[in-house]
């Protein structure tokens, strides 16, 4: 498997511009993360889906996020809006779900999309 | 939110020295995972340990837990110049797949 795979890979907008983040996590995999990274606040868990339904968004930090999950191979992460603020990076991790092996609860993360907002 | 904090925030030490960084938690946990990160990488999930589990070891790695004082150690034996990435706990917030993650330790191993 190519493992979890992330588009783009970096990603340079001006402010005001809508910004679309693109994961496909690995096949098989029930459940799929989007985080962000910034020196500042470290990784943060901004929404996860568990069989394609949103389960917990509480970390989404303003409406202009928004992340959709239209099938198991899909997922996209959308800033509408975009602000200089939301300049960070991109994780995107699934993992297979409740199977009872140790591996199940392993997140494998994707590269990662680096996005600046000037 | 975090879940986790690591200890030291950063870590440098020679190349065959062992590192040892510290986590810990503030909520009772099913799990706790270690991960590492290289720079501009995603992360690289290294060994889970249960809530039931004190001790575990994969090669160059153990991995410490006491659920008591809510803290985990990852000790990295005979370091090597490769090793130098950043070092993340995450424990799972009541739910195996809801996984908080701390800050970090940055250990750079100097060869």
């Known amino acids: 498997d190519a493992g979890v795979i992330q588009s783009p890979r970096h990603e340079v907008t001006e402010m005001g511009q809508e910004v679309t983040l693109r994961c496909k996590p690995i096949s098989g995999h029930d459940y799929l993360f989007w985080y962000r990274q910034t020196m500042m606040r470290g990784l943060e868990l901004l929404i996860y889906?568990?069989?394609?339904?949103?389960?917990?968004d509480s970390g989404m930090p303003e409406d202009r996020f928004s992340a959709k999950m239209p099938n198991a191979s899909f997922s996209t992460l959308k800033i509408q809006p975009s602000e200089p603020r939301d300049s960070a990076v991109y994780f995107c991790?699934?993992?297979?779900?409740?199977?009872?092996?140790?591996?199940?609860?392993?997140?494998?993360f994707g590269p990662g999309t680096r996005l600046t907002v000037l | 939110s975090q879940q986790g904090e690591e200890d030291p925030q950063a870590l440098s030490i020679q190349e065959g020295e062992n590192a040892t960084m510290n986590c810990s938690y503030k909520t009772s946990i099913n799990n706790l995972q270690w991960y590492r990160q290289n720079s501009g990488r995603g992360l690289v999930h290294l060994i889970l340990i249960r809530s039931n589990e004190r001790e575990k070891h994969s090669g160059r790695l153990r991995v410490t837990l006491d659920t008591s004082k809510k803290s985990s150690s990852l000790l990295i034996t005979a370091s090597r110049a490769a090793d130098t990435a950043s070092y993340f706990c995450a424990t799972d917030a009541g739910n195996n797949n809801d996984m908080r993650f701390g800050a970090g330790t940055r250990l750079t191993v100097k060869p």
């Open positions: 889906f568990n069989n394609n339904v949103p389960i917990d």
């Open positions: 991790a699934s993992t297979p779900g409740a199977s009872g092996s140790d591996s199940t609860d392993t997140q494998y």
